[in-house]
């Protein structure tokens, strides 16, 4: 993972703060009989209107992007569906385009979202 601060848990979910992008390895795992899908799920705050641009690396150089537009406040749940094995994504990185603030009076850091929970999975499960 580079370009967050380090993972915060609360045991049951884990998230980052980003201020600008966010880029994680990816590293395949064996699936038996491996399907065709894959499914990219993952929870964001954002801390102002913004779009998140989400891009994702195929192991042979590709990439597929999306956007997501939020008018912040509330946490959202994003899910896609894409059309290629898990064995065959490399990297994901998402990247805004809103402003970073200052996260609290007794906080130093500054983040534009909260990203918790990513994880891309076969589609079936």
Not at 19 to 48: I, N, Q, T, W
Not at 54 to 76: F, H, P
Not at 77 to 106: C, N
């Amino acid at each position: 993972v580079s370009g967050a601060y380090d993972q915060e848990s609360d045991g049951a979910s884990w998230w980052y703060w980003v201020a600008r992008k966010v880029s994680f390895r990816l590293e395949a795992f064996y699936v038996d009989k491996e399907p065709a899908r894959s499914k990219l799920r993952f929870e964001s705050g954002m801390r102002s209107p913004q779009t998140l641009s989400v891009v994702i690396r195929t192991i042979d150089g590709k990439s597929l992007s999306y956007s997501i537009s939020s008018d912040a406040a509330e946490y959202t749940v994003y899910e896609k569906l894409i059309d290629l094995p898990p064995s065959q994504l490399s990297e994901i990185s998402i990247e805004t385009d809103g402003e970073a603030t200052r996260l609290g009076d007794k906080d130093a850091r500054v983040a534009a979202f909260i990203l918790r929970n990513l994880a891309i999975v076969p589609a079936n499960m």
